[in-house]
């Protein structure tokens, strides 16, 4: 065995590497973790729903969807059950998942657009809804949109449905699948979707989007019409 009593001084480093290469495959060893959440103050709207909070790159994100039913000056944000009297408000607005009370307590509300923009202020104090380019700075810091989606979205089928692939939920961001209210008023894809508005507009009549799938790993985005009804998601200011 005399040719391997010696090693050169790269050689010893390559060994090195194929030695801890052999022992993480079993044990783990200096094997890069998956990222720890890290946990932010909980903030608190004007209805006194208490968020949990995570710190992702630089941002500060609220780990709950929104359900908040009050402006931030006390102004309510009208209910609207009624399919056609939903799709053709142009104000703010709010609605639970099949009207349900249970719904809104588990996902949070999903709101239209109009109220996500509106002046008077949908987040706590110190908050706000991202735009778009927020959105991609948190999917770039996960390392793109293709993988972003897995890391955001809370592990097994308690809510999502099955297969939830991909799900690690790395980041603490527990992302539910709320669904949302579509362009003839009715609810649909509870536990296979999340949509999340931005501020970011598309257009008169579109604004931008992200969104969760319970099949893919993907931070997806797009634009959609301003009164269908997604969840809100706040970052600290």
């Not at 449905?161 to 939920?169: G, K, L």
């Amino acid at each position: 065995m005399k040719r391997y009593a010696r090693f050169s001084q790269a050689g010893s480093v390559l060994g090195g590497i194929l030695v801890c290469g052999m022992i993480t495959l079993f044990t783990g060893c200096d094997k890069k973790n998956p990222m720890e959440p890290v946990a932010s103050d909980p903030v608190t709207d004007i209805d006194g729903n208490v968020y949990p909070t995570v710190q992702i790159g630089d941002q500060i994100w609220m780990a709950e969807n929104l359900k908040v039913t009050r402006y931030r000056n006390g102004d309510a944000i009208p209910e609207i059950t009624d399919g056609s009297t939903w799709i053709s408000r142009t104000g703010g607005a709010r609605c639970s998942y099949d009207n349900s009370a249970v719904n809104a307590s588990v996902y949070g509300y999903l709101y239209n657009w109009h109220a996500a923009v509106d002046p008077r202020g949908i987040a706590p104090e110190g908050w706000h809804v991202p735009g778009d380019a927020e959105w991609r700075e948190l999917a770039d810091y996960l390392g793109g949109s293709a993988k972003a989606g897995g890391k955001l979205k809370e592990k097994g089928t308690a809510h999502w449905n099955n297969p939830n692939n991909y799900a690690t939920n790395e980041t603490g961001f527990t992302g539910l699948p709320g669904g949302y209210r579509e362009n003839n008023g009715e609810y649909v894809f509870l536990g296979s979707v999340a949509y999340f508005w931005t501020t970011t507009e598309s257009n008169t009549l579109l604004s931008w989007y992200s969104k969760l799938y319970g099949t893919l790993s993907m931070l997806d985005h797009g634009f959609m019409f301003k009164y269908y009804g997604f969840s809100l998601r706040c970052v600290k200011d």
